[in-house]
């Protein structure tokens, strides 16, 4: 409880300026604010639980857009995709090389400030907090798609360089 309540003192203080809204805007509001506004939350997340920054990798938001296209596109949710497979697989097919990789997905329709309850659930959830605050992580993309009905989905992928 104590980890919770730490928690929501430390989102409390964020900037709530650096989160992207669609509060009277629509649904045509750059994703790729969503993603950067995202990785800043996460960031801010790990260096108030003292762990170092994630850097941002291109190629990481790339397999993190891609996948989170083909959940909408595909109609699942999660981390295996049924045509592309898990996560190892995805990121060997795009050439990535890695030592340690994780990833935390997550989906909402029509909320209005989807940067905010997507770290918030994230947080509250175990395995999905283990994977933002993990000293191992240094590398991470979010990627961020949205269909016609409002629905976003975000996939967040860390990993640790095979070689430094």
């Not at 596109?73 to 592309?84: I, K, N, S």
């Not at 933002?132 to 590398?139: A, Q, S």
Request: proline fraction near 6%; include cysteine; hydrophobic fraction near 40%.
């Amino acid at each position: 409880m104590e980890n919770r309540r730490g928690f929501l003192f430390t989102l409390a203080a964020f900037p709530l300026s650096l989160y992207a809204s669609r509060s009277g805007q629509s649904n045509q509001e750059p994703l790729a604010s969503i993603e950067l506004n995202i990785f800043k939350a996460i960031n801010f997340q790990r260096v108030s639980a003292q762990a170092r920054p994630l850097v941002w990798s291109d190629q990481l938001a790339s397999t993190s857009r891609m996948h989170s296209g083909r959940m909408l596109q595909a109609r699942f949710f999660g981390h295996e995709d049924p045509q592309y497979g898990n996560l190892s697989a995805r990121l060997a097919a795009a050439g990535v090389d890695y030592k340690h990789c994780g990833e935390n997905v997550f989906r909402e329709r029509n909320y209005p400030d989807p940067v905010s309850i997507a770290v918030v659930t994230w947080m509250y959830s175990i395995p999905h907090r283990e994977n933002l605050l993990t000293p191992d992580y240094t590398h991470t993309g979010v990627g961020v798609a949205m269909d016609a009905a409002g629905t976003v989905a975000v996939t967040q992928q860390f990993l640790t360089p095979a070689q430094p």
